[in-house]
């Protein structure tokens, strides 16, 4: 059974840092990726990465404060996440899927596992 734990979020003040890890029992999936979902707002994109470490794809509000990176011996995807905002509060969630993504169509629809998510909350 798939599953993915993510780890890590916390309450930090803005400017802050925090590492969100994500780890997949007993699989290496070609991309894994980031989502996020604030409150009263729809899940939304952050990050992917492929199996070899290339092909991210970043979210325009998390490009150059956000780093996706992936240890592939431990199947953890990690989002390090660097000069919070207030407006960075959500649950992040975890997603992986077994096919290369290449930023071309939805990544929410491109994705076949998740999992349940870890709250980041960033105060001002």
């Known amino acids: 059974q798939v599953q993915l734990v993510e780890s890590g979020g916390g309450l930090v003040q803005a400017g802050g840092s925090l590492r969100l890890s994500c780890a997949a029992s007993?699989?290496?999936?070609?991309?894994m990726a980031w989502f996020r979902q604030a409150p009263g707002k729809e899940r939304e994109f952050v990050a992917t990465?492929?199996?070899?470490?290339?092909?991210?794809y970043y979210v325009d509000s998390v490009k150059g404060r956000f780093t996706i990176s992936r240890d592939n011996l431990r199947n953890t995807v990690y989002l390090q996440l660097n000069s919070l905002k207030p407006e960075d509060t959500a649950v992040y969630y975890c997603?992986?899927?077994?096919?290369?993504?290449?930023?071309?169509?939805?990544?929410?629809?491109?994705?076949?596992?998740w999992g349940k998510g870890t709250l980041v909350t960033v105060s001002s």
């Open positions: 007993g699989r290496t999936f070609y991309t």
């Open positions: 997603a992986a899927s077994w096919k290369r993504y290449d930023g071309s169509t939805s990544a929410q629809d491109a994705m076949d596992y």
């Open positions: 990465i492929n199996w070899s470490g290339g092909g991210t």
